[in-house]
């Protein structure tokens, strides 16, 4: 099912993200990809308010053990998937050691409130005890937050394509400056590292 990504018209899935960032990570220790169920865990991403989600819920994370055995600050990258309403894959890129927060999304959107609670989220785990992330220090005044400029998508079904690009490329410090023909080249690009079970490395840009 997986190999299916070869075809314009398909929507990546929950288990493509997931295993792509699995093999992002297994060739870059600072990089750590989150789940893509584990924002639907921390809060409903349908439910935007103005400035915060009412749905938001630390301990559905915490107790089943979703972040609590991840230090998340040790990271020099942290990829964070979300998905909207089953239709469309945006990404939070965090970079703990800067303390930034940036929200990528292919169609262009600003959801400052996935950001607000993912800054909650930090300040959680950092508060969290028996948390490997705990961090009595942590102050989040010292965090800021961006919409990160990245290329559009060219039609309604590449986004989790560029979700997975846009991870690659940050993990090796790429510059986002991909074209829309670009994507049609990494869905046949991930096809193949699926089929294979690894990244096609050396990697020499897009």
């Known amino acids: 099912r997986l190999a299916e990504n070869r075809r314009e018209s398909s929507f990546l899935s929950d288990t493509g993200i997931y295993l792509y960032l699995r093999f992002i990570e297994s060739r870059n220790e600072d990089c750590l990809g989150m789940d893509p169920l584990f924002i639907s865990r921390l809060w409903d991403p349908s439910d935007v308010g103005v400035n915060r989600v009412t749905s938001y819920d630390y301990n559905k994370v915490s107790s089943s053990g979703w972040t609590r055995n991840q230090n998340v600050f040790s990271y020099k990258n942290v ?27 292919s169609l262009g959107g600003a959801r400052q409130t996935y950001s ?3 800054l909650q989220w930090l300040d959680d785990c950092a508060m969290d005890s028996d948390s490997v992330s705990y961090n009595p220090q942590f102050d989040r005044r010292q ?9 559009r ?11 997975c690009m846009n991870a690659d490329l940050l993990a090796h410090s790429i510059p986002l400056t991909y074209t829309t023909e ?17 990244l096609d490395y050396p990697y020499n840009g897009v």
């Open 79 to 105: 990829f964070i998937p979300i998905n909207i309403n089953m239709r469309h894959w945006t990404m939070i890129h965090l970079e703990p050691q800067k303390r930034r927060i940036n929200y990528l999304d």
């Open 116 to 118: 607000n609670q993912i």
């Open 143 to 151: 965090w800021t937050m961006e919409t990160k400029l990245c290329p």
């Open 153 to 163: 998508q060219g039609d309604w079904t590449s986004c989790g394509v560029c979700v």
């Open 182 to 198: 670009d994507i049609s080249y990494f869905r046949k690009k991930m096809c193949m590292d699926f089929i294979r079970g690894d």
